[in-house]
């Protein structure tokens, strides 16, 4: 057979690559104004409510493996079809560097497991530079989002309270759900030692927003997709609607190769190779919307080479795929004992923490290091799964049994039936989740020895940490141990030392990879202005991480969002002005 | 019915939601299609093709000989015994899910057969037979002298570090298994309507919920109104 690439006859107004967040906001805005799009999804159809793929309400039991994470990194139950490493897509990294890359390919990408944790940047995590010197300022700052903060947060739901804290701003929120037992814990130890805390912010429907989507039913299982639709998902919350405008052809399994660009330079749609038949295919738009997450984005335009951009495509500043930055992280557990043989009932409550700890210190000048981190926290009565159990002589020798005396650590039998009872919900873990600072020597270029099953060359990742990022996971580690023994907690393991870096996790480990296109007024050092618009390629943007000049300690994805309806909008007033 | 229709039946909020996820549905309604219910194991776990084949692969393969499985259940059932609330590891079927864990992760593989091999030279050495045939009280004088870690004499560390692995094996087997599951007393994944810590706990642990805390969450009668913003200032 004859290699042949077929063709789409269809031209779409607008075509969007990746259907996570970034691209299920456009989907949404865009075909709700009219627009005829191309969806392009690297994955299958995903549907939580969708009983062949549905993991919500399972049991342990149901998996053989109950519930471990051999074939998805987080859990049987976890719903992302990917991880850290997918069959036949690998991807390379320099030598003495490290990044690891998590992607998902489904239908709304990898926002069907997120925590939820939905934060908005403050003005200061705009304007960085400005107070520390370091890295760089954004172009735009937080008056310009916040118009649409307040609309994401209308249209998709997130629940938290008003706390007119500086540089955590308020928004639209629902009500929280109460605190656990070991939050108000927790809270009590860290209020000690001025930690504060407050009730999350998670885009899980306490409430109801509107009548397409159910309330949430408390099962804490918000990583396996909602059937409800009571969390955010791209996938059922921006992509379903946007589909029943009938604007919107989805094509799943659909691996977008390059962006196409004729002799002027302008994208002209993209070609892709089917999954299914695994034959090339070429799609026309009049606009091309980048959505595949940040790596995937700048892997895709710098193999967009033409000879109008013989550098990759929208990539005059050599800039794409340079300011590659993940969050920090570092974690620890405890155990507090007076919650041992604690009594039962259901607490899972929503999918995740009911409280966290802001950033606090913004205003200390002597830490050895000038970003933030927030802090994250898990225990009590969960649902077992593989893991359950384990490392219990690390455990029962530290407390008194119930007769009040040690004992050896370990053992078996009855006794040790009884301690796994015994220290059921007793243990707990913070996690802390910190701002980086963009350098533009880390970074993921195109690997010139090494394709994909698809014969499309993969990303090579060069990534270390720095001093600054090294210290402030000390710091965390610190604060850590400082709230464990101002609550009476016994911490649990050892205290990673400057031999590990203070146990801060590989580069990517956060899932909070941002930067790779970042946005600016100056062409030179920036890959999109701050309408996410290619400063090359007029009719070319990016709305994934990858714009994202520095991504402050606050997850990324309701920035994502709100940059995506903003780039959404400004890409339709321009459409209608004629200018794109 | 479409997907779509199916999903407008599930949305009612509130807690009737989580009755509709019971199974309780109008009757005109199709049942395979009162999405989703968790007693529906005809449909398998959520896998993708790829990850039921993976399943299906390992299930047709056998690791350990029945030597090992049988001693494998003589120290499943050391480790967690049958008491008055629940019953044995091997009543939960521990056995079984080590034989496929084995499968799906191997590097249990090696710890695990050595360990079992190490486990039977010792009770040779000690009573000339393998661990399957000794007596309760010979079976136990080995394991207690490698079921504790941290006082393990040097001789024995080898066999300490095995038993600490089958030990969580088998603790994680039990644990999530619907017989462990009901004796550790855990009742959520299920439908509920979260509205605090009992009154009865938060007062034995000397916690209670702040003023601004009980103003500001959420009351369960709220959860199925839409929410107004009218009133709202950020």
């Known amino acids: 057979m004859s290699f042949q690439i077929k063709e789409q006859t269809k031209t779409y107004d607008i075509c969007i690559v990746g259907s996570g967040a970034g691209g299920g906001m456009a989907a949404h805005v865009l075909s709700e104004a009219g627009f005829k799009i191309a969806l392009m999804e690297a994955g299958p159809h995903?549907?939580?409510?969708?009983?062949?793929?549905?993991?919500?309400?399972?049991?342990?039991?149901?998996?053989?493996?109950?519930?471990?994470?051999?074939?998805?990194?987080?859990?049987?139950?976890?719903?992302?079809?990917?991880?850290?490493?997918?069959?036949?897509?690998?991807?390379?990294?320099?030598?003495?560097?490290?990044?690891?890359?998590?992607?998902?390919?489904?239908?709304?990408?990898?926002?069907?497991?997120?925590?939820?944790?939905?934060?908005?940047?403050?003005?200061?995590?705009?304007?960085?530079?400005?107070?520390?010197?370091?890295?760089?300022?954004?172009?735009?700052?937080?008056?310009?989002?916040?118009?649409?903060?307040?609309?994401?947060?209308?249209?998709?739901?997130?629940?938290?309270?008003?706390?007119?804290?500086?540089?955590?701003?308020?928004?639209?929120?629902?009500?929280?759900?109460?605190?656990?037992?070991?939050?108000?814990?927790?809270?009590?130890?860290?209020?000690?030692?001025?930690?504060?805390?407050?009730?999350?912010?998670?885009?899980?429907?306490?409430?109801?927003?509107?009548?397409?989507?159910?309330?949430?039913?408390?099962?804490?299982?918000?990583?396996?997709?909602?059937?409800?639709?009571?969390?955010?998902?791209?996938?059922?919350?921006?992509?379903?609607?946007?589909?029943?405008?009938?604007?919107?052809?989805?094509?799943?399994?659909?691996?977008?190769?390059?962006?196409?660009?004729?002799?002027?330079?302008?994208?002209?749609?993209?070609?892709?190779?089917?999954?299914?038949?695994?034959?090339?295919?070429?799609?026309?738009?009049?606009?091309?919307?980048?959505?595949?997450?940040?790596?995937?984005?700048?892997?895709?335009?710098?193999?967009?080479?033409?000879?109008?951009?013989?550098?990759?495509?929208?990539?005059?500043?050599?800039?794409?795929?340079?300011?590659?930055?993940?969050?920090?992280?570092?974690?620890?557990?405890?155990?507090?004992?007076?919650?041992?043989?604690?009594?039962?009932?259901?607490?899972?409550?929503?999918?995740?923490?009911?409280?966290?700890?802001?950033?606090?210190?913004?205003?200390?000048?002597?830490?050895?290091?000038?970003?933030?981190?927030?802090?994250?926290?898990?225990?009590?009565?969960?649902?077992?799964?593989?893991?359950?159990?384990?490392?219990?002589?690390?455990?029962?020798?530290?407390?008194?049994?119930?007769?009040?005396?040690?004992?050896?650590?370990?053992?078996?039998?009855?006794?040790?039936?009884?301690?796994?009872?015994?220290?059921?919900?007793?243990?707990?873990?913070m996690a802390g989740r910190g701002e980086s600072i963009p350098r533009k020597d880390n970074f993921c270029e195109i690997d010139q020895n090494v394709v994909d099953k698809y014969g499309i060359p993969v990303l090579k990742f060069h990534y270390k940490w720095s001093d600054e990022e090294r210290k402030q996971a000390q710091h965390m580690h610190d604060t850590f141990e400082e709230v464990i023994h101002s609550m009476g907690g016994i911490a649990l393991g050892d205290r990673p030392g400057a031999e590990t870096d203070y146990g801060l996790e590989n580069p990517g480990r956060i899932i909070h990879e941002v930067g790779t296109t970042r946005m600016g007024d100056d062409p030179k050092t920036s890959v999109v202005n701050r309408y996410n618009q290619a400063h090359d390629v007029p009719n070319l943007f990016v709305v994934d991480g990858g714009p994202f000049v520095s991504q402050a300690d606050k997850n990324p994805t309701w920035t994502i969002l709100a940059l995506a309806w903003r780039a959404s909008d400004y890409l339709k007033e321009e459409m209608k002005r004629m200018n794109i | 019915m479409d997907r779509r229709e199916t999903i407008k039946t599930l949305v009612i909020g509130g807690v009737a939601s989580g009755f509709m996820l019971h199974g309780c549905v109008p009757v005109e309604e199709k049942k395979e299609e009162a999405t989703p219910q968790p007693a529906d194991n005809g449909k398998g776990y959520g896998r993708t093709p790829e990850e039921a084949a993976r399943d299906a692969e390992l299930n047709g393969k056998t690791f350990f000989t029945e030597h090992e499985m049988a001693t494998i259940a003589v120290l499943a059932d050391i480790i967690i015994p049958a008491d008055d609330t629940s019953g044995s590891a091997t009543e939960a079927g521990v056995p079984e899910f080590i034989e496929f864990i084995v499968k799906d992760i191997p590097e249990h593989q090696v710890p695990l057969r050595g360990g079992l091999m190490w486990l039977d030279r010792e009770s040779g050495q000690r009573y000339n037979k393998q661990i399957v045939s000794c007596s309760a009280e010979e079976r136990e004088n080995i394991v207690k002298d490698i079921a504790y870690p941290e006082e393990v004499i040097p001789e024995l560390k080898q066999g300490a570090v095995f038993f600490s692995r089958i030990r969580n094996l088998v603790a994680t087997g039990f644990y999530t298994s619907q017989i462990g599951i009901k004796d550790l007393g855990y009742v959520g994944n299920t439908p509920n309507v979260w509205d605090g810590v009992p009154q009865d706990v938060l007062d034995k642990h000397g916690m209670a919920y702040d003023e601004k805390m009980l103003q500001n969450s959420i009351k369960p009668e709220d959860r199925g109104e839409i929410m107004d913003w009218e009133n709202y200032n950020v």
Not at chain 1, 310 to 324: F, H, Q, T
């Open chain 1, 46 to 429: 995903f549907d939580p409510a969708n009983a062949e793929q549905r993991t919500q309400l399972r049991w342990p039991w149901e998996s053989p493996r109950r519930g471990a994470g051999t074939v998805r990194p987080f859990g049987d139950f976890d719903m992302a079809y990917g991880g850290w490493e997918i069959d036949g897509e690998p991807y390379t990294k320099e030598q003495g560097t490290e990044f690891d890359w998590f992607r998902s390919r489904m239908l709304g990408g990898r926002t069907n497991h997120w925590g939820r944790i939905s934060l908005r940047f403050g003005p200061l995590d705009f304007k960085r530079k400005d107070f520390d010197g370091k890295g760089d300022n954004w172009p735009i700052g937080y008056d310009d989002v916040k118009p649409y903060y307040d609309k994401v947060d209308k249209m998709i739901g997130v629940f938290g309270t008003r706390e007119n804290i500086p540089n955590e701003p308020d928004g639209y929120f629902l009500p929280p759900p109460k605190p656990r037992l070991h939050e108000l814990y927790i809270k009590k130890g860290a209020q000690k030692v001025g930690v504060p805390m407050i009730p999350s912010r998670l885009s899980i429907l306490t409430k109801r927003i509107n009548n397409k989507r159910g309330a949430c039913f408390f099962c804490n299982q918000c990583s396996r997709s909602c059937s409800v639709y009571g969390d955010f998902s791209s996938s059922s919350v921006l992509v379903n609607p946007a589909m029943e405008t009938g604007n919107v052809d989805l094509y799943v399994n659909a691996m977008v190769r390059e962006v196409l660009t004729n002799d002027e330079g302008r994208a002209t749609g993209v070609s892709y190779v089917n999954k299914e038949d695994l034959q090339e295919y070429t799609l026309k738009a009049k606009v091309v919307i980048m959505a595949a997450s940040a790596c995937s984005s700048a892997r895709i335009l710098l193999n967009s080479k033409s000879a109008a951009h013989p550098n990759g495509l929208a990539n005059s500043s050599d800039l794409v795929g340079k300011y590659l930055h993940d969050s920090t992280g570092a974690s620890r557990m405890g155990l507090i004992p007076s919650l041992l043989d604690r009594k039962r009932y259901n607490e899972d409550g929503v999918g995740g923490m009911h409280l966290y700890t802001p950033w606090w210190l913004n205003d200390s000048k002597n830490l050895g290091f000038t970003r933030g981190y927030h802090i994250e926290y898990w225990g009590g009565m969960g649902m077992p799964a593989y893991g359950f159990g384990f490392g219990m002589e690390k455990m029962n020798g530290q407390v008194p049994g119930k007769d009040g005396k040690m004992k050896k650590a370990g053992g078996y039998g009855l006794d040790f039936k009884n301690d796994l009872r015994r220290f059921y919900g007793a243990t707990f873990g």
